[in-house]
């Protein structure tokens, strides 16, 4: 523990993962563990089915959460591993796609590897403040063999918020597929398969208060992906190939029983709650925040005054490298998170590539008390 | 009207009757609840009939359930069909088994593990043709049969 470290930590570091989590969370994760303890789908006993009805009621609350069927959530270890099913699922040989310029590596890295190996060709869409230039950005892109657009929701390290909705639209009009990486909007933002979204991939340990090691791929399902990994899957079983239909197509192997009830609670948290209200809360602690910066001198914000954000503040200070204000920070036990946040593409696109920005995000938790003491600390 | 059509008016009629005796004795354990704490508690035993009632009538509820029950799996080889089907997914199979309590259907299902992975046969008391279109509408795949 280091040395000035004197009170419980203070987490600004949701966009990471929330912490804490809700108390249903914990307890839904534990009582996964004792009364759900059997595999999903691999038995008939007590314990298998338990666990097999705490899985697809964790899909019924997703499902009816944005808008999809409870079949096509498919559950994954994280918003990786979904947008990694999504994309290697989804494009084929000679297609191509168009990603926008504020994609996590998630998104970057397997689309520059299926570039690579001569599968695809990708195109990036510069991300203006202006969401009618980003959108022109976009359309400018799309060719006759444009398969799929992948569009973050929410900058993880800016925290704009891209326009999602008019870009479905417009996919939906080229017929192009779009996928989404919700990993930062869902949770605060009212999002639906209905705006025009083909497959939402997020995270359940971020915005929706589950415990890591969950995620999902929700899809509309009108496309077929085709299955990144061959496994068991409890379900025709004889076949040497895997089943065709979701959510078994891509859940190849044992599922994380106490993850997803973890997820199951942390969605049915923010319901309760609303997601109009988790924003609010989080945007005045963020207010608060730049209100604190803006009385400062030597502090550079990265938002734009037109564009629209989320709670989430990435800055920068004059003469201190962002690794450098999170370690001071972290000793004084206040948690952020500084560098490039796995988003090269992102920090060129805004200018901070070399050393990164510090990252501050609040959480439902978050109180304007301890944004004040962070105030002071820095 | 045949032996199921009697025993559901009955179970109806039943129903009706445990709902209203309910409401009753919730009234009359308030009303039981207010005259004691006014101290006036002959009044107040007197009015409580109501609760005793309420008792039963559950009773008699719980005896007629497992009357109408005898009587309908008794008719079930002459009369009411049962419609067997298997569902070869977990998912599929949870979803079937919410969509029929859902749909006020009698069901028993058995799950097992088989050459095919994991199987749900579900045993559905009523006509094939209704329970399949069910099903097909909520994009289940089944087999029919065993």
């Known amino acids: 523990m280091p040395k000035n470290y004197v009170s419980a930590p203070i987490y600004f570091d949701n966009a ?52 999809a069927e409870p079949e096509n959530v498919v559950f994954t270890q994280n918003c990786t591993h979904a947008l990694n099913l999504a994309i290697w699922g989804l494009l ?78 417009l996919c939906r009009d080229a017929g192009i597929a779009l996928i989404a990486d919700g990993a930062q909007g869902c949770g605060i933002l009212p999002v639906r398969l209905s705006d025009g979204i083909t497959i939402l991939c997020t995270a359940g340990h971020k915005g929706l208060y589950g415990i890591t090691g969950s995620g999902m791929l929700i899809s509309d399902g009108t496309c077929q992906l085709m299955p990144l990994m061959q496994g068991g899957t409890g379900s025709q079983s004889k076949s040497a190939q895997m089943p065709d239909f979701l959510p078994d197509a891509l859940e190849a192997g044992t599922v994380a029983v106490p993850a997803i009830a973890g997820l199951d609670a942390g969605m049915r948290f923010v319901e309760n709650r609303g997601t109009a209200s988790i924003f609010q809360h989080e945007a005045a602690i963020c207010d608060r925040l730049m209100t604190g910066l803006a009385a400062r001198r030597g ?80 | 009207m045949n032996e199921r ?82 569902v070869n997914s977990e998912t599929y199979a949870e979803k079937t088994r919410r969509l029929l309590q859902r749909s006020r259907i009698r069901f028993r299902v058995v799950r097992t593990t088989t050459s095919q992975g994991c199987t749900a046969k579900f045993f559905v008391m009523g006509d094939a043709a209704p329970i399949f279109s069910l099903l097909q509408a909520n994009r289940i795949p089944y087999h029919q049969g065993g």
Not at chain 1, 366 to 371: C, E, F, I, N, P
Request: hydrophobic letters at 40%.
């Open chain 2, 5 to 86: 059509k009697r025993t559901q008016n009955l179970r109806f009629c039943v129903d009706l009757g445990f709902l209203c005796c309910r409401f009753g004795s919730i009234y009359g354990n308030l009303y039981v609840l207010i005259q004691m704490k006014q101290k006036l508690r002959r009044i107040a035993l007197r009015r409580s009939f109501l609760f005793f009632v309420g008792c039963g009538v559950n009773l008699c509820r719980f005896c007629i359930d497992y009357i109408s029950l005898s009587i309908t799996k008794g008719s079930r080889k002459e009369n009411v069909m049962e419609t067997v089907f298997t």
């Open chain 1, 16 to 67: 990471a993962t929330t912490y804490p989590k809700p108390q249903s969370v914990r307890a839904a994760a534990a009582r996964a563990i004792v009364k759900a303890g059997g595999n999903p789908g691999r038995g008939g006993h007590p314990l298998a089915r338990a666990a097999g009805e705490t899985v697809y009621h964790a899909r019924e609350t997703a499902a009816k959460m944005f808008g």
């Open chain 1, 299 to 378: 502090v550079k914000v990265l938002r734009s005054a037109v564009g629209r954000y989320a709670p989430l503040v990435s800055f920068v200070l004059e003469g201190e490298e962002p690794s450098e204000t999170a370690e001071r920070l972290a000793n004084l036990g206040f948690c952020v998170r500084a560098g490039i946040h796995c988003s090269p593409l992102a920090h060129e696109t805004l200018g901070t590539a070399t050393a990164g920005t510090v990252r501050f995000s609040p959480s439902v938790f978050s109180t304007v008390q301890q944004t004040d003491a962070f105030l002071r600390a820095l």
């Open chain 1, 92 to 169: 084929h040989e000679g297609d191509h796609v168009v990603i926008s310029s504020m994609e996590h590596n998630s998104v970057w890295r397997p689309v520059v590897t299926m570039a690579k190996a001569g599968i695809i060709t990708y195109s990036i869409a510069q991300i203006s403040p202006d969401d009618a230039q980003t959108l022109a950005n976009f359309r400018r892109l799309f060719r006759p063999n444009t398969r799929a657009v992948i569009c973050t929701l929410v900058s993880n390290v800016t925290g704009q918020i891209l326009p999602y909705l008019e870009l479905g639209q």
